[in-house]
Structure formats: structure tokens, C-alpha cells
């Protein structure tokens, strides 16, 4: 079956900086869209970052121009270069990925487990 698998998540100062990684492995025929969800103590979840099939990328206007998604297909990965980090960037971040599997028709929603950022002085 597909999973997801993030990693890069730490405890980091103001202003510094960390990079996240996030792996699609199993039957994975093919990845549409891909990105980072996250979640912060006593707040829902909410968009982050998403990289269209093609690349293009989006961002939540919280983030922009200072976070930066990316993608490589032959790897099935998706990065997240989070720069300039902020108290309110603390959070659980979450993979989230729309595949195409070998064996089922459509298209279907994955999730990682996760990776907590902490950003504090």
C-alpha cells in the first residue's frame, strides 16, 4: 500500500531555518498534487504549501516569502525549505499527497504521520 513518511522536523530559534521531506512510497503509480498541511496546539489544520503536477507551486499567504516547495517525481518526494521561522510557525506538519495507484481507479488522499516544528527564543 502507499505511505507517506516525513522527516526534517526540530526545535529551532527565530529566524532560522529547517528543511522538510516527505517520501511516497508503495504502489504509486503517479502523484498529482502534493503538499504540506500543518496544525498548531489548539488550531485546525490548514494549507501550507502545495506543488501542482507540473510543479507550479502555492502558498498560503501566511508563508510566502519564506517558504519554498519543491518536488522530485523521479523520488516520489516533496520538500519544504521553511526560512526566516517564526513562534507561530510552530506546529505538526503533515505530508499530504493526491496519488494514482497500480491497483484502483481514481485518485485518492494520503496523509503522513506528521513532524512537530518548534520555533522558540
Known amino acids: 500500500q502507499v505511505q507517506l513518511v516525513e522527516s526534517g522536523g526540530g526545535l529551532v530559534q527565530p529566524g532560522e531555518s529547517l528543511r522538510l521531506s516527505c517520501v511516497a512510497s508503495?504502489?504509486?503509480?503517479?502523484?498529482?498534487?502534493m503538499g504540506w498541511y500543518r496544525q498548531g496546539a489548539g488550531n485546525e489544520r490548514e494549507l501550507v504549501a502545495v506543488?501542482?503536477?507540473?510543479?507550479?507551486?502555492h502558498y498560503a499567504d501566511s508563508v510566502k516569502g519564506r517558504f519554498t516547495i519543491s518536488r522530485d517525481n523521479a523520488q516520489n518526494t516533496v520538500y519544504l525549505q521553511m526560512n526566516s521561522l517564526k513562534p507561530e510557525d510552530t506546529a505538526v506538519y503533515y505530508c499530504?499527497?493526491?496519488?494514482?495507484?497500480?491497483?484502483?481507479?481514481?485518485?485518492?488522499?494520503?496523509w503522513g504521520q506528521g513532524t512537530q516544528v518548534s520555533v522558540s527564543s
Open positions: 499530504n499527497a493526491k496519488i494514482r495507484r497500480y491497483d484502483a481507479t481514481g485518485v485518492y488522499d494520503y
Open positions: 508503495g504502489r504509486v503509480f503517479s502523484i498529482n498534487d
Open positions: 506543488s501542482a503536477s507540473d510543479g507550479s507551486p
